[in-house]
Nanobody, 116 residues
Framework: QVQLVESGGGLVLVGGSLRLSCAGS????????MGWYRQAPGKQRELVAI???????TYAASVKGRFTISRTDVKNTVTLLMATLKPEDTAVYYC??????????WGQGTQVTVSS
């Protein structure tokens, strides 16, 4: 069974930075992508960034140039560095990974609040 645990969320001022980490356990597949998603109140969950097995990142247009995703397969971790944060970045952030059977899993989420 795969478990994903996010950490690093919190309250930050506009323009500030945060580092989110997601630690995975179990049969996480290094042959599948790992990603970060977010859900703001009253909105659908959306993709923030995803990184391929080979390390190629893809970003939502709204965060490109401000966020950086990385992964460490040895430690089953995926990290999201968020800079120049804006109030519209406020949301619950979730990580997502796949196991060796191509089943996806989600973390429990971590709250990020950007205050002006």
């Amino acid at each position: 069974q795969v478990q994903l645990v996010e950490s690093g969320g919190g309250l930050v001022l506009v323009g500030g930075s945060l580092r989110l980490s997601c630690a995975g356990s179990g049969r996480i597949s290094a042959s599948h992508p790992m990603g970060w998603y977010r859900q703001a109140p009253g909105k659908q969950r959306e993709l923030v960034a995803i990184i391929s097995p080979g390390g190629t990142p893809t970003y939502a247009a709204s965060v490109k140039g401000r966020f950086t995703i990385s992964r460490t397969d040895v430690k089953n971790t995926v990290t999201l560095l968020m800079a120049t944060l804006k109030p519209e970045d406020t949301a619950v952030y979730y990580c997502r990974a796949w196991d060796i059977f191509a089943k996806d899993y989600w973390g429990q989420g971590t709250q990020v609040t950007v205050s002006s």
